[in-house]
């Protein structure tokens, strides 16, 4: 029984069992340790068990002296004063690490306390700002007035010796995407002074007194690095007028602004300190800050003109390996409206496509599917269904027709069949005028043209499909013409209803104070005349479209089953075919040449 017990080493023996192992002289010392009662067993085989005992077992003691086995007693108390001390340098080491982050953290937040009425504006040392007037291309006007403004910080003197002032401030006023921010870089660089930049939402918070204290905090670290620049973009944020609110106009923004209207014209004088600021709404600016004494110069930053989108160009083809076949004119009078920031965006859409096609320069088929791409959207997969497609077809021909046939319309530039993401099924693109966008004077009959081109899409559905069969794909083509009418009826005074404004320019309700004038400054009854106006309009550009496109429906024909072969038509092309088609004369008889057809009750 104990050779079968010895023999195991799994199962430890019991303590009689234990005892009787003693007995039998096979154990070779023992180690008894009274705190964890237990006792550790060396069988003289070089075994070696733990055995659990009683508390203060005398006949353990007994037993093995009788033996004359070897027991020694292990003193535990050394053991227990070593995990004691262990615990106790833990618990020191976690409340000294938690008492070092709490202090640290308080700390942070006071030091963020303190520094929260700092301004953190973006600092350029002096001669660090590499943009120059050379860099900033296609608004000749507004750098040539700017280069007083240069000229006051490179040679103050020469201004103060005949009792001049240096001006406080200078407003960029113009669309996004100008310029505006770019050409306060460029004053900066050429003058070789420090140039600091913030945006005006960032003296704004939550706390009362921050904005105002951000304000002086900023203008007097520019004293310091006098003279310098300080540039504040969209300054509307804090700049609208006052007293605009409905329940009292004593915020945080307000303070701001009155801070603001104080270091610029206060009781110190910021001799060295010009302030630019940029912004795309000066309507919304409070009249004390855009006072002379303030902002003495306000400087109007226009959308570029042809030549000026080709410097433009020019600028931004620097950095881009162009094709030699790439006519940088060309693509200038193909971009009319477009801003600064529109070109640079068109040429690195073009690199993106040329990378992706992997070629080495950009060419002319990667700029136009990029202006396509910026314009119109990314392209989809093309039409599978024959019949939406030849619809779509004659809905965008109809267009283009119209564009090609009505005097004083916009000259076509491609009709396409590939759709666009956001539902578009095909364009017809036009190219406005270069004149008319330069001089900014639109003429009644340019505006009639357009009324008549934008009803070509339904008109070619009523005259291909009939009256029960048309889409709501004029949906936006009726919108438009909405726009377009109404504002010949209310603004331009081409209507019989006189040469009276009777509508302003559309905005967005942004001061509390309209809210309390939103009814129209007419009476019903005129609101009545308006909605008959306007529906007259329309109604007489879709009719003078139906003439047009009628007596050419075999024209509309041959050119829509071309536009489905090819899936686009360029304007010199799509012209050449009318133009074939008008010189056979074809048109029946009665139809005539295109005349217009006078609008009921206008001149």
């Known amino acids: 029984m104990i050779g079968r017990l010895v023999g195991q080493s799994e199962p430890p023996p019991s303590y009689s069992e234990l005892l009787k192992l003693i007995e039998g002289g096979t154990i070779k010392e023992l180690e008894l340790s009274p705190r964890q009662r237990e006792v550790q067993v060396q069988f003289k085989d070089g075994r070696s068990i733990r055995v659990p005992v009683f508390a203060n077992d005398s006949l353990l003691l007994r037993t093995a002296e009788q033996s004359r086995v070897p027991l020694t007693v292990r003193d535990d108390r050394q053991d227990d004063a070593t995990a004691g001390l262990l615990v106790n340098v833990l618990l020191v080491v976690l409340l000294l690490g938690g008492l070092t982050l709490l202090l640290r953290r308080s700390s942070q937040v ?47 003197e020469r201004f103060t010796a005949l009792g001049a002032k240096i001006p406080r401030g200078v407003l960029l006023v113009g669309p996004p995407g100008t310029g505006k921010t770019l050409l306060a870089k460029a004053i900066a660089g050429e003058a070789g002074v420090p140039f600091f930049s913030m945006a005006a939402s960032e003296f704004v918070e939550l706390f009362v007194g921050v904005g105002a204290s951000r304000v002086r905090d900023l203008f007097k670290r520019a004293k310091e690095k006098a003279p310098c620049i300080i540039f504040i973009d969209e300054v509307d944020a804090v700049g609208r007028q006052r007293g605009a609110g409905i329940g009292g106009g004593n915020d945080e923004r307000e303070q701001t602004l009155n801070q603001l209207l104080t270091e610029m014209d206060g009781f110190e004088q910021n001799s060295g300190v010009i302030l630019i600021a940029a912004t795309n709404r000066p309507d919304v600016l409070d009249v004390a800050l855009t006072r002379p004494g303030r902002f003495d110069r306000q400087i109007q930053v226009d959308l570029p003109d042809r030549r000026g989108r080709e410097a433009i160009l020019a600028v931004h083809a620097r950095s881009r390996p162009l094709d030699p076949s790439v006519s940088l004119s060309t693509w200038a009078a193909r971009t009319p409206g477009f801003s600064g920031a529109d070109l640079a965006n068109l040429l690195n859409e073009g690199a993106i496509l040329t990378a992706r096609r992997h070629r080495s320069s950009i060419d002319d088929q990667a700029l136009s599917d990029a202006l396509e791409r910026i314009t119109m959207g ?29 005097p004083h319309a916009d000259k076509l530039d491609k009709v396409t069949l590939l759709p666009r993401s956001g539902g578009v099924g095909g364009f017809a693109r036009t190219m406005p005028d270069e004149e008319i966008l330069d001089s900014g004077l639109i003429s009644k009959a340019y505006l009639e043209a357009r009324l008549v081109v934008v009803m070509g899409g339904r008109a070619a559905e009523l005259v291909v499909f009939g009256p029960s069969e048309i889409t709501q794909g004029a949906s936006g083509d009726l919108q438009m013409a909405t726009r377009i009418s109404r504002e010949m009826v209310t603004r331009y005074g081409f209507s019989p209803l006189g040469q009276v404004a009777l509508e302003g320019d559309g905005h967005e309700v942004f001061l509390g104070r309209d809210l309390l004038h939103t009814r129209p400054s007419y009476a019903e009854s005129t609101g009545r005349q308006i909605d008959l106006q306007v529906r007259q309009l329309s109604q007489h550009a879709l009719d003078q479209a139906l003439v047009l496109l009628r007596p050419r429906r075999a024209l509309m024909d041959e050119l829509v089953d071309r536009l489905i072969e090819q899936e686009t038509l360029g304007g010199d092309e799509f012209r050449v075919i009318v133009d074939r088609f008008e010189a056979t004369g074809a048109l029946p008889a009665e139809s005539g040449p295109p005349a217009a057809v006078p609008v009921p009750g206008h001149a």
Do not use: T, W
């Open 110 to 156: 006071a030091s963020k306390a303190m520094g929260f009425g700092r301004s953190q504006p973006r600092l350029q040392p002096e001669g660090s700002v590499s943009v120059r007037f050379e860099d900033v291309a296609g608004i000749n006007e507004a750098k040539a007035e700017l280069q007083e403004v240069v000229s006051f910080l490179r040679q103050p």
């Open 378 to 406: 990314l392209a989809v997969a093309p039409l599978q269904d024959s019949a939406k497609k030849r619809l779509i077809a004659y809905h965008e021909i109809g267009h283009a027709l119209l564009s090609c046939l009505v």
